[in-house]
């Protein structure tokens, strides 16, 4: 079982790399945006596995990406119902813009980062809501 400090961890990287991306959206640099939203989300949605019991890791002790993509929705969304299935979507597509972004040649555009950081948000904040400390 997560120790709080592990979920509290989890939720303060995601916080950070929420606040990296829209300082990278700010700056124009809208590829790193996209990079730091995704992480931003792939953060939460570890800190709420986490929380909620469930171990995503791999035999290396790596948490892997589809793994925790996965088990969120199945786990979270569709099985437990701990989060709303509007947020389905949100760790999906900023993972495929974040490809995008680190392995095409096709830039990010600034709509694609404005709407990165949305999804991001409004992921991240869903599970601090839920999840965060509260002492």
Request: net charge positive; with cysteine; aromatic share 8%.
């Amino acid at each position: 079982m997560a120790t709080r400090l592990e979920i509290e961890t989890y939720l303060a990287k995601a916080i950070e790399s929420l606040e990296g991306a829209e300082s990278e959206l700010a700056n124009r640099r809208y590829n790193n945006c996209a990079n730091r939203c995704y992480y931003a989300c792939f953060q939460a949605a570890i800190a709420a596995l986490l929380a909620a019991g469930i171990q995503a890791r791999s035999s290396r002790g790596h948490w892997r990406h589809e793994n925790i993509q996965a088990q969120f929705i199945g786990q979270l969304i569709n099985r437990r119902r701990r989060y709303a299935s509007a947020l389905r979507r949100n760790l999906g597509e900023n993972m495929v813009l974040r490809q995008k972004a680190d392995y095409e040649t096709e830039p990010i555009s600034e709509i694609q980062a404005a709407r990165a950081i949305r999804r991001a948000r409004e992921f991240v904040n869903a599970i601090h809501q839920m999840e965060g400390d509260t002492t």
